[in-house]
């Protein structure tokens, strides 16, 4: 794991958070980074800094994720997953205001 990311170890899994605001319906991975990992975080935004974070296994966004659509340094590099996804498969692991 390396310092200067948003890698980290919970619940002896490795894996890294995301985090979208409320009007963001989607977080993004690398496929490089996600061949490393056993989960992932999603922290999504519900209300005015109600986040809830969500654990999703790193099978289940492989198996979920599309292509990001962009087309800067991230595209064909990052594969996105819907917060639909982590609502349906994955465990609410927190409910945090910042």
Same mark, same amino acid.
């Given at each position: 794991?390396?310092?200067?990311?948003?890698?980290?170890?919970?619940? &002896?899994?490795?894996?890294?958070?995301?985090?979208?605001?409320? #009007? $963001? $319906?989607?977080? #993004?991975?690398? =496929?490089?980074?996600?061949? &490393? +990992?056993?989960?992932?975080?999603?922290?999504?935004?519900? &209300?005015? #800094?109600?986040?809830?974070?969500?654990? +999703?296994?790193?099978?289940? =966004?492989?198996?979920?994720?599309?292509? $990001?659509? @962009?087309?800067?340094? @991230?595209?064909?590099?990052?594969? $996105?997953?819907?917060?639909?996804?982590?609502?349906?498969?994955?465990?609410?692991?927190?409910?945090?205001?910042?």
């Amino acid at each position: 794991m390396s310092n200067t990311s948003n890698e980290c170890k919970y619940e &002896d899994q490795r894996m890294v958070i995301k985090c979208a605001g409320s #009007g $963001t $319906t989607k977080v #993004g991975v690398s =496929y490089h980074m996600l061949k &490393d +990992l056993d989960a992932v975080l999603g922290a999504f935004e519900a &209300d005015h #800094g109600n986040f809830r974070v969500y654990s +999703l296994t790193a099978q289940d =966004y492989a198996a979920h994720m599309k292509p $990001t659509r @962009s087309k800067g340094p @991230s595209a064909g590099k990052v594969g $996105t997953v819907d917060r639909t996804a982590f609502k349906r498969l994955g465990r609410l692991i927190a409910q945090v205001k910042i």
